[in-house]
């Protein structure tokens, strides 16, 4: 399995396009809320995860789409992910 | 009394100038926008020469931020966003975090992000519509435009595209200056815009209108009133105005450009000789003497015709209809300029563009010249003086100028703007 703090800061990489507050993202943590605390646009969101397709060569199912709101969350489905492959 | 509308604030996004000063710039000297373009070639093009603005990477990152670029791909939302703060710039109005309910837009285009559109039905075939992301609904809906635009300026009032064909921006134009008239609307900013490219082109070169004749010589290509016209060149861009009350830009001390006494829209109804393609004379006629009387001057009053003039045989219909509608010929018919000989046939932007075209050499005092038209058609010249159709720049204090446009499905604008 992948080091946390390596995903994250993987993941920070990736939404840091979509982010439309500054400090949220510069403080960016497990419990970081996509929608709620980096304010990222809910269309993005879909974007967001596209982008995580590509990094992580997965494919993530509607399901496990709708559950990834915060950090935490999608860091599990990646894992989940990347272990079923 | 009626309320009186002006224009405050211009932008233009042309082949031949990006921005009001570049375009006024080359309008002055008749400079060419049209070049060869590699792609129409490769594809096996019959044209293959055509008008893009040129706009920088760096250029939209002054107008578009990182996160609007991502998977941006519509060259037409490019060019009238551009065209549009440009505008709004102009007219000094703000851009703020508040929502302004006295201001809205319609700004019109033929059709949206095509090139996205294509992108987006790649990957739909190859069973991947889940990899569409976010972004093809906005670059590819008609009103993308006027969408992007209502949000990046906070727009309140009515946010809406038109579409006419190639009559477009002369549409929205009139549109706006209805709304502002009925008091519904302090300022509107009005336009139109058109991609580029062979996704969008490729249809007309299929119908045998665009000129084949100059691709060793991309320049000489659009000859609008020849003898040696040979079909339009396909250009693309935006143009953008800012109409407001009178009353309002007194009130905001702003620069008034010229003033829009009205105008007509009509459509020739594919009867009497009009087709899908072609115009009904007498409709193009009705709506340019009624544009005359709805605006309460006379025929003679008109200093100067920026026609629609596309460099088709349809050129001296055109012109046989200005003549019958104004009963002028010879030399007391105004002088006449297109500026298609430089920038090819815009489609969905020509209106708008040529209607900025048509205030700056209000404000400024100067005919802007015909580019290849030395050998004016014989059909032309013994109906009008030929000293009616400038070569050359003419420097000169103008009054009034009336712009018309004619697309297909037999529709036709005509607008008249008077100096303020």
């Keep these: 399995m992948r080091e946390k703090t390596e995903m994250i ?12 507050d500054q400090e949220a993202f510069d403080n960016l943590n497990e419990d970081t809320d996509f929608i ?50 | 009394m009626k309320t009186r509308v002006v224009i405050t604030g211009l932008g233009v996004v042309a082949p031949n100038g990006v921005g009001i000063d570049a375009f006024t710039k080359a309008l002055r000297e008749g400079k060419s926008g049209i070049r060869h373009i590699k792609e129409m070639k490769d594809l096996g093009f019959s044209c293959q020469i055509g008008g893009i603005p040129e706009i920088t990477e760096d250029y939209k990152r ?19 966003a551009i065209a549009a703060i440009d505008a709004w710039k102009d007219a000094q109005l703000p851009i703020s975090e508040n929502i302004d309910f006295q201001s809205g837009t319609i700004f019109g285009t033929g059709t949206s992000g ?29 009103s993308g435009v006027s969408a992007y635009i209502g949000g990046m300026l906070g727009l309140g009032n009515q946010v809406s595209t ?23 609307a302090k300022r509107m900013l009005v336009g139109s815009c058109s991609d580029h490219g062979v996704y969008l082109w490729g249809g007309f070169d299929a119908m045998r209108v665009l000129s084949y004749k100059s691709n060793q010589n991309p320049e000489k290509g659009s000859r609008p009133m020849s003898a040696s016209a040979a079909g339009f060149v396909p250009g693309s861009g935006a143009g953008a105005l800012v109409l407001e009350s ?57 200093d100067v015709i920026n026609g629609h003039l596309t460099a088709t045989s349809k050129d001296f219909t055109e012109i046989e209809n200005w003549s019958e509608a104004l009963q002028l010929k010879g030399a007391e018919f105004p002088y006449i300029n297109s500026l298609k000989s430089m920038i090819g046939h815009c489609l969905a932007a020509a209106g708008s563009i040529e209607c ?13 010249p015909n580019i290849n038209c030395e050998d004016v058609k014989d059909e032309i010249s013994s109906l009008i003086s030929e000293t009616k159709i400038p070569k050359k720049i003419i420097e000169k204090d103008l009054n009034i100028i009336a712009k018309a446009s004619f697309g297909f499905g037999d529709v036709n604008g005509c607008v008249i703007f008077k100096k303020y």
Excluded: H, W
């Design chain 1, 9 to 20: 800061a993987e993941l920070k990489e990736l939404v840091k396009p979509y982010i439309q």
């Design chain 1, 36 to 85: 709620n605390d980096l304010k990222i646009n809910s269309a993005n969101l879909v974007d967001v995860i596209l982008d995580i397709e590509e990094k992580f060569d997965l494919e993530i199912d509607n399901e496990s789409m709708d559950k990834m709101l915060n950090v935490k969350a999608a860091m599990e489905v990646i894992n989940t992910k990347i272990s079923e492959k």
């Design chain 2, 62 to 80: 002054k107008y578009f931020s990182e996160l609007q670029l991502k998977g941006f791909n519509s060259s037409g939302i490019l060019y009238g």
């Design chain 2, 114 to 142: 095509v090139e996205k559109f294509r992108e987006a039905i790649y990957k739909l075939d190859d069973k991947k519509v889940k990899r569409l992301g976010s972004t093809v609904v906005a670059q590819t809906m008609a």
């Design chain 2, 162 to 184: 038109n579409s006419s064909a190639c009559t477009t921006g002369t549409e929205a134009i009139l549109m706006g200056f209805d709304r502002i008239q009925a008091g519904k």
């Design chain 2, 246 to 302: 009178l009353e309002s830009a007194l009130e905001r001390k702003a620069t008034i450009y010229a003033e829009v006494l009205g105008g007509e829209v009509n459509s020739g109804g594919q009867r009497n000789g009009g087709t899908m393609t072609a115009p009904n004379s007498k409709a193009v006629q009705r709506c340019i003497t009624n544009a005359v009387e709805n605006c309460r001057i006379k025929a003679k009053d008109i």
């Design chain 2, 356 to 368: 900025v075209a048509s205030v700056v050499q209000l404000k400024e005092g100067f005919i802007f």
